[in-house]
């Protein structure tokens, strides 16, 4: 089993920034890839960033310019740095990490961390 603690949210004005931290740890052989998902009040969760084991990163096109994912594997900890942040970055972010056996993709998530950016 794969814990996921993040860390990193809170309240900003827009224009501001905040960087988001996702620890895991437990059984985190295997994981293929790992990311960021947010959801707004009303609005389906939907994916802000990944980043798989070789490194490869893509972003939602709503932050392309704005965010960056990162990661650090010695401490098995992934960042989403956030930048020129609009009221639409508001919601609740999710830390993901996916495994992948070559048969069956299992998904873990963390417990979530709320963003609010005031206008």
């Known amino acids: 089993q794969v814990q996921l603690v993040e860390s990193g949210g809170g309240l900003v004005q827009a224009g501001g920034s905040l960087r988001l931290s996702c620890a895991a740890s437990?059984?985190?052989?295997?994981?293929?890839?790992m990311g960021w998902y947010r959801q707004a009040p009303g609005k389906q969760r939907e994916l802000v960033a990944r980043?798989?084991?070789?490194?490869?990163?893509n972003h939602a096109d709503s932050v392309k310019g704005r965010f960056t994912i990162s990661r650090d594997d010695a401490k098995n900890t992934v960042f989403l740095q956030m930048t020129s942040l609009k009221p639409d970055d508001t919601g609740v972010y999710y830390c993901?990490?996916?495994?992948?056996?070559?048969?069956?993709?299992?998904?873990?998530w963390g417990q979530g961390t709320q963003v609010t950016v005031s206008s």
């Open positions: 993901n990490a996916e495994r992948y056996n070559g048969v069956h993709y299992t998904n873990y």
């Open positions: 437990g059984g985190i052989g295997g994981i293929n890839a």
């Open positions: 980043i798989n084991s070789g490194g490869r990163t």
